[in-house]
C-alpha cells in the first residue's frame, strides 16, 4: 500500500515569492491534515479536511495560506506571497478519520525562504 | 485548549541503557493519546497509543507507556535501548473527542553504540 505522498521535497524561494505544496493520501482516507513544523518544535496544525470540507483552519494564516481538496482527494496547500517566516517542514497526513485513528504522515516539504 | 509537554528535550544514552520519556498534557477530560517516532530522513510514524482499557500500552521495538490520569501523564519507556533507537519522539494528544491530535516539541534520543 502506498503511503502518503507529497512533493516537492524540498522548495527554495526568495521571500514574497509564491510557493504550493501538494498531498496525495492513502486511498480510502476521508481526512487529511496539514501541518507546519518549525525547527525544534512540533508539529502545529494548519487545516483539517473531512473529504473536500474544510472543517478546521482556525490556525491557518489565511491573508496569505489558501488550501484546496478538490474531490476529496489530493490536496494543495500554497502561500502568496511567502515570507522569511514561513520556512518550514510542511507535513501532510492522512487518517481513516474516526478520531482516534492514527495519522500516516507523509515526508513533508521542507520550505526554505531566503 | 489542550497542550502538551515534552519536559526532555535532548536525551543521550548509552547502549542497553533504559529510557523514559515525559509527557503531560493538560486537559481534564477524556483522551487519546499517541507517541510518535521519526527516525533520520524518514517520516512520523506511530509508536504505540492509548484509548481506553490497560493503562499500560505496549508498541512496536519494545516501547511501552504507561497513562496515568491523575497525573495528566503518558511517559514512554524502553528497558534497554539499541542505537537504531536513536530518533526524534514525539508526544500527542486528542482530546475531547477531538479529531485533531496536538504535538508536544519532541524529544531528541541519541543512543551511542
Known amino acids: 500500500e502506498a503511503g502518503v505522498v507529497q512533493s516537492p521535497r524540498y522548495k527554495i524561494i526568495e521571500k514574497k515569492q509564491p510557493v504550493a505544496f501538494w498531498c496525495n493520501p492513502i486511498?480510502?482516507?476521508?481526512?487529511l491534515y496539514w501541518y507546519r513544523q518549525n525547527l525544534g518544535q512540533g508539529p502545529e496544525l494548519l487545516i483539517r479536511y473531512e473529504n473536500e470540507e474544510a472543517v478546521d483552519d482556525s490556525q491557518l494564516p489565511k491573508d496569505r495560506f489558501s488550501a484546496e481538496r478538490l474531490k476529496g482527494v489530493d490536496s494543495t496547500l500554497k502561500i502568496q506571497p511567502a515570507e522569511l517566516g514561513d520556512s518550514a517542514v510542511y507535513l501532510c497526513?492522512?487518517?481513516?478519520?474516526?478520531?482516534?485513528?492514527?495519522?500516516?504522515f507523509g515526508s513533508g516539504t521542507q520550505l526554505s525562504v531566503l | 485548549a489542550q497542550s502538551v509537554s515534552q519536559h526532555n528535550h535532548h536525551v543521550i544514552l548509552s547502549e542497553a541503557a533504559s529510557l523514559e520519556l515525559g509527557c503531560n498534557y493538560s486537559?481534564?477530560?477524556?483522551?487519546?493519546l499517541f507517541w510518535y517516532v521519526q527516525y533520520p530522513g524518514q517520516h512520523l510514524q506511530l509508536l504505540l497509543k492509548?484509548?481506553?482499557?490497560?493503562?499500560l500500552v505496549k508498541g512496536i521495538k519494545g516501547f511501552e507507556a504507561e497513562f496515568i490520569k491523575s497525573k495528566f501523564s503518558f511517559n514512554l519507556r524502553k528497558p534497554s535501548v539499541q542505537w537504531s533507537d536513536t530518533a526524534e519522539y514525539f508526544c500527542a494528544v486528542n482530546a475531547g473527542g477531538s479529531y485533531i491530535p496536538t504535538f508536544g516539541r519532541g524529544t531528541s534520543l541519541i543512543v551511542h553504540p
Open positions: 497526513a492522512s487518517s481513516s478519520g474516526t478520531g482516534n485513528e492514527k495519522l500516516f
Open positions: 486511498s480510502g482516507h476521508n481526512t
Open positions: 492509548y484509548f481506553s482499557g490497560d493503562p
Open positions: 486537559y481534564g477530560g477524556t483522551v487519546n
